[in-house]
T-cell receptor
Framework: NAGVTQTPKFQVLKTGQSMTLQCAQD?????MYWYRQDPGMGLRLIYY???????DKGEVPNGYNVSRLNKREFSLRLESAAPSQTSVYFC???????????????FGPGTRLTVL | GDSVTQMEGPVTLSEEAFLTINCTYT??????LFWYVQYPGEGLQLLLK?????DKGSNKGFEATYRKETTSFHLEKGSVQVSDSAVYFC?????????FGAGTRLFVKA
């Protein structure tokens, strides 16, 4: 997953606490995405950003905010965490790195979040 | 809207067995189709893809054929290994939006 970093790797929160998940890329790609992965539900898109300064809602945006202040970074904020937000969060890029032969999305390693 | 349905798991096989994981999709037009694999503790990575009808994607012994007439993209491997144990996701893509299936967990026993 070189080129896409996510911090933190693990986090435990109490209900009502806030936190920001960070995603940073050094691949100079315009589009960045936040997904959540839950058992039996695959990946669901929370928000995406087609370019610096623009963001759009995905399938499950409620309870989240995002910020794309520059091309490299796309952050996901939970203002008041709830147990239903316990999940694994993945950041992804599109299009893929230059020289890649496929037009797939390129994923970061994930952040595992538990809300008690 | 577009959707992807894949067989529920877990699927448990013995080493060297034949693998099929079914995937069907609902979409207008001709989206690109993908199989991603997720190993424990990691993010998703592309396994194979196909961009038009009758295309066959292949990688690491895995194959899948884009069947427009049956709207399917089933994943197959002739002889699985323990190292193939992972979660497999079928997905379709139109440009910058990708829709994923729920994932199928595969366990391969030695």
């Amino acid at each position: 997953n070189a080129g896409v970093t996510q911090t933190p790797k693990f986090q435990v929160l109490k209900t009502g606490q806030s936190m920001t998940l960070q995603c940073a890329q050094d691949m100079n790609h315009n589009s960045m995405y936040w997904y959540r992965q839950d058992p039996g539900m695959g990946l669901r898109l929370i928000y995406y950003s087609a370019s610096e300064g623009t963001t759009d809602k995905g399938e499950v945006p409620n309870g989240y905010n995002v910020s794309r202040l520059n091309k490299r970074e796309f952050s996901l904020r939970l203002e008041s965490a709830a147990p239903s937000q316990t999940s694994v969060y993945f950041c992804a890029l599109w299009p893929p790195p230059l020289g890649a032969s496929y037009n797939e999305q390129f994923f970061g390693p994930g952040t595992r979040l538990t809300v008690l | 809207g577009d959707s992807v349905t894949q067989m529920e798991g877990p699927v448990t096989l013995s080493e060297e067995a034949f693998l099929t994981i079914n995937c069907t999709y609902t979409a207008t037009g001709y989206p690109s189709l993908f199989w991603y694999v997720q190993y424990p503790g990691e993010g998703l990575q592309l396994l194979l893809k196909a961009t038009k009808a009758d295309d066959k994607g292949s990688n690491k012994g895995f194959e899948a054929t884009y069947r427009k007439e049956t709207t399917s993209f089933h994943l197959e491997k002739g002889s699985v290994q323990v190292s193939d144990s992972a979660v497999y996701f079928c997905a379709l893509s139109r440009g910058f939006k990708t829709i994923f299936g729920a994932g199928t967990r595969l366990f391969v026993k030695a």
